[in-house]
Protein backbone atom coordinates (compact mmCIF):
# COMPACT_ATOMS: atom_id res chain seq x y z
CA UNK A 1 0.00 0.00 0.00
CA UNK A 2 1.25 3.62 -0.66
CA UNK A 3 0.18 5.43 2.36
CA UNK A 4 -1.89 8.84 2.23
CA UNK A 5 -0.72 12.21 3.36
CA UNK A 6 -2.93 11.72 6.10
CA UNK A 7 -1.59 8.16 7.01
CA UNK A 8 2.34 9.71 6.33
CA UNK A 9 1.59 12.11 9.53
CA UNK A 10 -0.33 9.62 11.60
CA UNK A 11 2.97 7.56 11.47
CA UNK A 12 5.15 10.44 11.78
CA UNK A 13 3.06 11.41 15.05
CA UNK A 14 3.78 7.56 16.58
CA UNK A 15 7.06 7.41 15.76
CA UNK A 16 7.29 11.09 17.21
CA UNK A 17 9.35 12.57 15.17
CA UNK A 18 10.56 15.96 16.68
CA UNK A 19 9.40 19.35 14.86
CA UNK A 20 12.68 19.98 12.96
CA UNK A 21 12.73 16.73 11.25
CA UNK A 22 9.23 17.12 10.37
CA UNK A 23 10.02 20.54 9.02
CA UNK A 24 13.01 19.41 6.74
CA UNK A 25 10.67 16.27 5.76
CA UNK A 26 7.93 18.83 4.55
CA UNK A 27 10.67 20.84 2.43
CA UNK A 28 11.95 17.33 0.74
CA UNK A 29 8.59 16.51 -0.12
CA UNK A 30 7.93 19.92 -1.73
CA UNK A 31 11.37 19.94 -4.09
CA UNK A 32 10.60 16.14 -4.73
CA UNK A 33 7.18 16.81 -5.53
CA UNK A 34 8.46 19.34 -7.73
CA UNK A 35 10.89 17.86 -9.57
CA UNK A 36 8.32 14.84 -9.49
CA UNK A 37 5.59 16.73 -11.05
CA UNK A 38 7.87 18.59 -13.85
CA UNK A 39 9.17 15.45 -15.02
CA UNK A 40 5.84 13.74 -15.26
CA UNK A 41 5.27 16.94 -17.86
CA UNK A 42 8.15 15.67 -19.54
CA UNK A 43 6.58 12.33 -20.37
CA UNK A 44 8.32 10.25 -16.96
CA UNK A 45 5.82 7.58 -15.35
CA UNK A 46 6.39 8.24 -11.94
CA UNK A 47 4.11 7.53 -8.55
CA UNK A 48 3.61 10.83 -7.16
CA UNK A 49 2.04 9.12 -3.93
CA UNK A 50 5.29 7.20 -3.48
CA UNK A 51 7.63 10.43 -4.29
CA UNK A 52 5.21 12.31 -1.74
CA UNK A 53 5.12 9.18 0.98
CA UNK A 54 8.81 8.35 0.40
CA UNK A 55 9.84 11.93 1.26
CA UNK A 56 7.64 12.30 4.07
CA UNK A 57 8.66 9.43 5.83
CA UNK A 58 12.43 9.24 4.76
CA UNK A 59 13.71 10.18 8.06
CA UNK A 60 10.98 8.71 10.39
CA UNK A 61 13.32 6.61 11.83
CA UNK A 62 16.12 9.62 12.67
CA UNK A 63 15.35 10.39 16.05
CA UNK A 64 15.33 7.02 17.17
CA UNK A 65 18.34 6.27 15.67
CA UNK A 66 20.19 9.40 16.39
CA UNK A 67 19.55 7.84 20.57
CA UNK A 68 20.29 4.31 19.50
CA UNK A 69 23.12 4.57 16.60
CA UNK A 70 21.20 2.21 14.35
CA UNK A 71 21.20 3.17 10.45
CA UNK A 72 18.19 5.52 10.04
CA UNK A 73 17.26 4.46 6.54
CA UNK A 74 17.29 0.83 7.80
CA UNK A 75 15.20 1.21 10.34
CA UNK A 76 12.91 3.47 8.39
CA UNK A 77 12.78 0.80 6.20
CA UNK A 78 12.07 -1.69 9.25
CA UNK A 79 9.38 0.19 9.61
CA UNK A 80 7.62 0.74 6.79
CA UNK A 81 7.77 -2.61 6.36
CA UNK A 82 5.77 -3.20 9.30
CA UNK A 83 3.26 -1.01 8.64
CA UNK A 84 2.45 -2.69 5.64
CA UNK A 85 3.44 0.20 2.98
CA UNK A 86 6.20 -2.10 1.53
CA UNK A 87 5.78 0.08 -2.12
CA UNK A 88 7.62 3.01 -0.57
CA UNK A 89 10.25 1.06 2.26
CA UNK A 90 13.40 0.91 -0.27
CA UNK A 91 12.87 4.53 -1.03
CA UNK A 92 12.85 5.14 2.52
CA UNK A 93 15.90 2.25 2.72
CA UNK A 94 18.11 4.05 0.23
CA UNK A 95 17.72 7.58 0.67
CA UNK A 96 21.13 8.09 2.12
CA UNK A 97 22.99 6.01 -0.55
CA UNK A 98 21.37 4.34 -3.60
CA UNK A 99 22.52 0.92 -4.35
CA UNK A 100 22.97 -0.52 -7.58
CA UNK A 101 22.53 2.99 -8.91
CA UNK A 102 22.82 2.07 -13.49
CA UNK A 103 22.01 5.52 -14.43
CA UNK A 104 20.06 4.85 -17.29
CA UNK A 105 17.17 6.92 -19.26
CA UNK A 106 14.03 5.32 -17.00
CA UNK A 107 14.19 7.62 -13.56
CA UNK A 108 12.53 6.15 -10.25
CA UNK A 109 10.62 7.58 -7.26
CA UNK A 110 13.66 6.65 -5.14
CA UNK A 111 15.85 9.05 -7.13
CA UNK A 112 13.93 11.71 -6.38
CA UNK A 113 13.98 11.63 -2.88
CA UNK A 114 17.52 10.54 -2.65
CA UNK A 115 17.74 13.72 -4.73
CA UNK A 116 15.92 15.97 -2.95
CA UNK A 117 16.67 14.72 0.79
CA UNK A 118 20.60 16.07 -0.46
CA UNK A 119 19.46 19.75 -1.32
CA UNK A 120 17.39 20.18 1.73
CA UNK A 121 19.62 21.28 5.04
CA UNK A 122 17.32 21.47 7.76
CA UNK A 123 14.62 22.94 6.10
CA UNK A 124 16.38 25.04 3.58
CA UNK A 125 17.07 24.10 -0.02
CA UNK A 126 20.58 24.71 -0.78
CA UNK A 127 23.20 23.21 -3.12
CA UNK A 128 24.63 20.18 -3.23
CA UNK A 129 28.09 21.80 -2.41
CA UNK A 130 26.24 23.75 0.25
CA UNK A 131 24.61 20.39 1.69
CA UNK A 132 28.09 18.61 1.30
CA UNK A 133 30.25 21.10 3.19
CA UNK A 134 27.74 20.85 5.82
CA UNK A 135 27.57 17.19 6.30
CA UNK A 136 31.32 17.12 6.05
CA UNK A 137 31.14 19.56 8.83
CA UNK A 138 28.71 17.75 10.79
CA UNK A 139 29.22 14.30 10.50
CA UNK A 140 33.31 13.86 9.12
CA UNK A 141 35.42 15.38 11.83
CA UNK A 142 38.35 14.20 11.61
CA UNK A 143 37.34 10.64 10.22
CA UNK A 144 38.96 10.68 6.68
CA UNK A 145 36.85 7.49 5.58
CA UNK A 146 33.53 8.36 6.56
CA UNK A 147 34.58 11.74 4.54
CA UNK A 148 35.56 10.18 1.83
CA UNK A 149 32.21 7.97 1.89
CA UNK A 150 30.01 11.50 1.77
CA UNK A 151 31.91 13.04 -1.04
CA UNK A 152 31.73 9.95 -2.83
CA UNK A 153 27.94 9.55 -2.23
CA UNK A 154 27.77 13.19 -3.28
CA UNK A 155 29.65 12.34 -7.03
CA UNK A 156 26.56 10.13 -6.71
CA UNK A 157 23.96 12.87 -6.28
CA UNK A 158 26.04 14.85 -8.99
CA UNK A 159 24.92 12.27 -11.31
CA UNK A 160 21.88 12.27 -10.17
CA UNK A 161 21.13 15.90 -10.55
CA UNK A 162 22.72 15.32 -14.23
CA UNK A 163 20.30 12.74 -15.08
CA UNK A 164 17.24 14.30 -13.38
CA UNK A 165 17.79 18.25 -14.88
CA UNK A 166 18.27 16.89 -18.31
CA UNK A 167 14.56 16.35 -18.84
CA UNK A 168 13.73 19.54 -17.38
CA UNK A 169 13.33 22.84 -18.47
CA UNK A 170 14.89 24.40 -15.09
CA UNK A 171 18.14 23.71 -13.32
CA UNK A 172 19.51 23.16 -10.39
CA UNK A 173 19.73 26.84 -9.15
CA UNK A 174 16.15 27.66 -9.72
CA UNK A 175 15.01 25.05 -7.86
CA UNK A 176 14.63 27.24 -4.07
CA UNK A 177 13.22 30.19 -6.00
CA UNK A 178 10.41 27.78 -7.39
CA UNK A 179 9.17 26.44 -3.86
CA UNK A 180 6.25 27.82 -2.64
Do not use: W
Not at 3 to 14: D, F, G, H, M, T
Not at 27 to 32: I, L, P, S
Not at 47 to 60: F, N, P, W
Not at 68 to 92: F, L, N, Q, T
Amino acid sequence: MIPSREKCLELIARYKMPPHIMAHSIMVEKVAILIALSLVKAGQKLSLEKVRAGALLHDIAKDICLKSGCDHAAEGERICRKHDVDEIAEIVGEHIRLKNYAGGEQIDEKEIVYYADKRVNHQTVVSLEERLKYLLSRYAKDEDKLGQAIKENFDLCKKVEKKLFAKLDYTPDQVAGMIK
